[in-house]
C-alpha cells in the first residue's frame, strides 16, 4: 500500500466545515484512496472512497486533484459527535486476502 | 448491512492466564478476518489474516504462539491471547471482509484488554 501522511490533529469548532488533506506521493495506477472513521473505544466505520476527481455521500465529500497524489476529506458543519480520528489508506483491491494498513490517522477535536 | 460482532467488549485478566476474544460474522460469511491491536494514541496495526479452515497467517513481529487465531467456520474467528502479560494491554479489533475495494470492510466494535 502507498505510504500516506496526514497531520497528526486538527481541531474545529462546531458548525465548521474541516478539510483533512492526505498526502500519497507514491499512489499506484489502480489504487483507490479510501477513508474510515474511528470514535474511541470503537472499530474503524468506512466514510468514503474514491478514484479521482470529488465522490460526495451523505457523510462526507472527498476531493482528488488530477495527480492524485493527495487528496482531501471534507466534513460539512461539523458537530461535537464527530470528534474522531480520520484515516487516509491508499491501496487496490488484490482479492480475498486484501488488508487493510493504517498510517497514523488525523485525530479531530471538535469543540462548542 | 454486514455486522462484525466483537465479544467481549473489555477483559480484565491475571498475567500468566489466557484470554479469548471472538469475533462472528452474523448475517454473512467471512472467509477472511483480520485481527488488528491498537495501543493507546496509536493506530491499529495489523495483526493476523484468519483463513476459515487453515493457518491464520501472521505480520513479521508477531508471536504465533501468543496470539493464537482460529478460523473454524465462516462465521467465528477467534483470537486466544495466551499466558497474558501487562504489555499484551491493548484494544483487539477484528474485521471481514465484505466486499470489494477500501470500503468492503466490516470491523468488530474492540475488545479492551487489561492484565493485571
Known amino acids: 500500500l502507498a505510504k500516506t501522511t496526514q497531520p497528526i490533529s486538527m481541531d474545529s469548532y462546531e458548525g465548521q466545515e474541516v478539510n483533512i488533506t492526505c498526502s500519497h506521493n507514491n499512489i499506484a495506477t489502480n489504487d483507490y484512496i479510501t477513508w474510515y472513521q474511528q470514535f474511541p473505544s470503537q472499530g474503524p466505520r468506512f466514510i468514503i472512497q474514491?478514484?479521482?476527481t470529488k465522490v460526495t455521500n451523505e457523510v462526507a465529500s472527498l476531493f482528488i486533484p488530477a495527480d492524485r497524489k493527495s487528496s482531501t476529506l471534507s466534513l460539512p458543519r461539523v458537530s461535537l459527535s464527530d470528534t474522531a480520528v480520520y484515516y487516509c489508506?491508499?491501496?487496490?483491491?488484490?482479492?480475498?486476502?486484501?488488508?487493510?494498513?493504517f498510517g497514523t490517522g488525523t485525530r479531530l477535536q471538535v469543540t462548542l | 448491512g454486514a455486522v462484525v460482532s466483537q465479544h467481549p467488549s473489555r477483559v480484565i485478566c491475571k498475567s500468566g492466564t489466557s484470554v479469548k476474544i471472538e469475533c462472528r460474522s452474523l448475517d454473512f460469511q467471512a472467509t477472511t478476518m483480520f485481527w488488528y491491536r491498537q495501543f493507546p494514541k496509536q493506530s491499529l496495526m495489523l495483526m493476523a489474516t484468519?483463513?476459515?479452515?487453515?493457518?491464520?497467517?501472521?505480520e513479521q513481529g508477531v508471536e504465533k504462539d501468543k496470539f493464537l487465531i482460529n478460523h473454524a467456520s465462516l462465521t467465528l474467528s477467534t483470537l486466544t491471547v495466551t499466558s497474558a502479560h501487562p504489555e499484551d494491554s491493548s484494544f483487539y479489533i477484528c474485521?471481514?471482509?465484505?466486499?470489494?475495494?477500501?470500503?468492503?470492510?466490516?470491523f468488530g466494535s474492540g475488545t479492551r484488554l487489561t492484565v493485571v
Open positions: 474485521s471481514a471482509r465484505v466486499g470489494t475495494g477500501g470500503s468492503g470492510y466490516t
Open positions: 474514491g478514484y479521482k
Open positions: 484468519s483463513n476459515e479452515g487453515s493457518k491464520a497467517t501472521y
Open positions: 489508506l491508499v491501496g487496490v483491491d488484490t482479492g480475498t486476502a486484501s488488508k487493510l494498513t
